[in-house]
């Protein structure tokens, strides 16, 4: 029964084996040459045929998906550390927010199929992509209350103003100082002047 049972558990092992070699493979492969890369190729590097990959990650997205989630707990990590640090609600959106961007560039190219996720209610990526919303939402409801950030703004559009912000520094239009640029236009939008809070000078909030 116990060889029946360690024999019976060998397979598993294998795929599991198999799986994590493919992420430790397209990981690498992704952060060299951006996220169009060939799945084909990522087979080939990592020495196992496309069907074996396609097993595990049935297309380019889920294998995203498998890829970002050990940036979501880094990500999540993160979350509970400003929470943990931070009294001021205000500068806690602005940490998260900066957080989260750094999140969205992990790998080139990678703004464009989250954007493209966000219509697609079953996406793994669209999921991924709306607990973070939902954090969003948490830390500018708290900077609102305060009156750190203004009554109108949303969670979801700031999100996608720093997805917008990632994708920049891809554009060719783009140069050195455009997400930095972007970053202060995005803030100045969703920011309460500090002259009008509590007439402070406003830099001193920036």
Same mark, same amino acid.
């Given at each position: 029964?116990?060889?029946? /049972?360690?024999?019976?558990?060998?397979?598993?092992?294998?795929?599991?084996?198999?799986?994590?070699?493919?992420?430790?493979?397209?990981?690498?492969?992704?952060?060299?040459?951006?996220?169009? /890369?060939?799945?084909?190729?990522?087979?080939?590097?990592?020495?196992?045929?496309?069907?074996?990959?396609?097993?595990?990650?049935?297309?380019?997205?889920?294998?995203?998906?498998?890829?970002?989630?050990?940036?979501?707990?880094?990500?999540?990590?993160?979350?509970?550390?400003?929470?943990?640090?931070?009294?001021?609600?205000?500068?806690?959106?602005?940490?998260?927010?900066?957080?989260?961007?750094?999140?969205?560039?992990?790998?080139? /190219?990678?703004?464009?199929?989250?954007?493209?996720?966000?219509?697609?209610?079953?996406?793994?990526?669209?999921?991924?992509?709306?607990?973070?919303?939902?954090?969003?939402?948490?830390?500018?409801?708290?900077?609102?209350?305060?009156?750190?950030?203004?009554?109108?703004?949303?969670?979801?559009?700031?999100?996608?103003?720093?997805?917008?912000?990632?994708?920049?520094?891809?554009?060719?239009?783009?140069?050195?100082?455009?997400?930095?640029?972007?970053?202060?236009?995005?803030?100045?939008?969703?920011?309460?002047?500090?002259?009008?809070?509590? /007439?402070?000078?406003?830099?001193?909030?920036?």
């Amino acid at each position: 029964m116990v060889a029946a /049972g360690a024999g019976a558990r060998r397979p598993r092992t294998d795929k599991q084996r198999n799986r994590t070699h493919i992420l430790e493979v397209a990981e690498q492969f992704f952060s060299e040459r951006g996220i169009t /890369g060939s799945l084909d190729a990522i087979a080939k590097r990592a020495g196992v045929g496309p069907g074996t990959l396609y097993r595990h990650f049935p297309n380019r997205e889920a294998l995203l998906a498998a890829l970002l989630q050990a940036r979501d707990d880094e990500l999540v990590s993160r979350r509970d550390a400003i929470r943990r640090e931070e009294a001021d609600s205000g500068t806690a959106l602005a940490r998260w927010l900066e957080a989260l961007g750094e999140w969205l560039t992990a790998f080139d /190219g990678l703004p464009e199929p989250l954007r493209a996720a966000l219509s697609e209610e079953n996406s793994p990526l669209a999921i991924t992509c709306q607990g973070f919303i939902t954090t969003t939402d948490q830390f500018l409801h708290a900077a609102q209350r305060d009156g750190d950030a203004q009554p109108q703004v949303r969670g979801r559009d700031l999100f996608l103003t720093v997805l917008a912000t990632a994708w920049v520094r891809s554009a060719a239009l783009a140069d050195e100082s455009s997400p930095q640029a972007l970053h202060a236009l995005m803030q100045s939008g969703w920011m309460t002047p500090r002259t009008e809070k509590d /007439g402070s000078d406003p830099a001193r909030h920036s």
